[in-house]
């Protein structure tokens, strides 16, 4: 395969014309504590790699309580309530999460589609959190848990460009080509 020119700028190594690299987006992408215990990563990355999403970084991080609350800001206690960041925060200290960055066209609109609703009990069939798990709410809320569904997508371009700067130094994303590059750009 072609070597990609070096550029500087991180989106630009795909040979694309300004207005295709417009529309290509980087979403962050973590695959939660519940998600790594279960040894599930395999199956969720490949459900991104066979849609043609592109994997620029991948690490697995073990998160202290301060880099928990710079992921998990102040927004999801005025969202969702306080506790409901703390039982994140507590979740993510629970064990390593697996973090990745990818890319695509309007990435973030479509990985969010594939993880499906926040709810596991409402995420329909052939979401991630549909099909990897089932549970509620209540039964979180019963359990004073955050709702265990697996993983986190990015919501919107400013919280993917925070939230990609906060997991991923420069030097930790790559540019290159796929064969997906070839098929879908060319
Ligand atoms: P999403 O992860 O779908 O973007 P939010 O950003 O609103 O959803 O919430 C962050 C995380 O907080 C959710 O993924 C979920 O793990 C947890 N959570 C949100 N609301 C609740 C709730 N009512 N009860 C338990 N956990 C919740
Ligand atoms: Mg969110």
Not at 4 to 27: C, F, H, P, W, Y
Not at 97 to 103: G, K, P
Not at 151 to 176: Q, T
């Amino acid at each position: 395969m072609k070597k990609a020119k070096k550029t500087k700028a991180s989106v630009k190594n795909s040979g694309l014309s300004g207005k295709d690299q417009m529309m290509i987006e980087r979403t962050l992408v973590l695959i939660k504590p519940d998600g790594v215990q279960r040894g599930i990563i395999g199956k969720i990355i490949t459900r991104f790699e066979d849609a043609g999403y592109k994997l620029v970084g991948l690490k697995m991080v073990w998160c202290d309580e301060a880099f928990a609350k710079n992921h998990y800001t102040e927004d999801i206690s005025i969202r969702r309530g306080e506790h409901i960041r703390r039982q994140l925060v507590n979740m993510f200290l629970d064990g390593p999460v697996v973090a990745f960055c990818l890319e695509g066209v309007n990435a973030i609109e479509g990985v969010r589609k594939m993880v499906g609703s926040t709810e596991p009990r409402t995420a329909p069939p052939g979401t991630i959190r549909g099909d990897f798990a089932h549970v509620s709410y209540a039964y979180a809320n019963e359990k004073d848990v955050a709702v265990k569904n697996i993983i986190h997508a990015s919501s919107d371009l400013n919280d993917a460009r925070r939230e990609v700067k906060l997991w991923f130094g420069d030097k930790e994303l790559h540019s290159y080509r796929t064969v997906h590059d070839m098929h879908i750009f060319n």
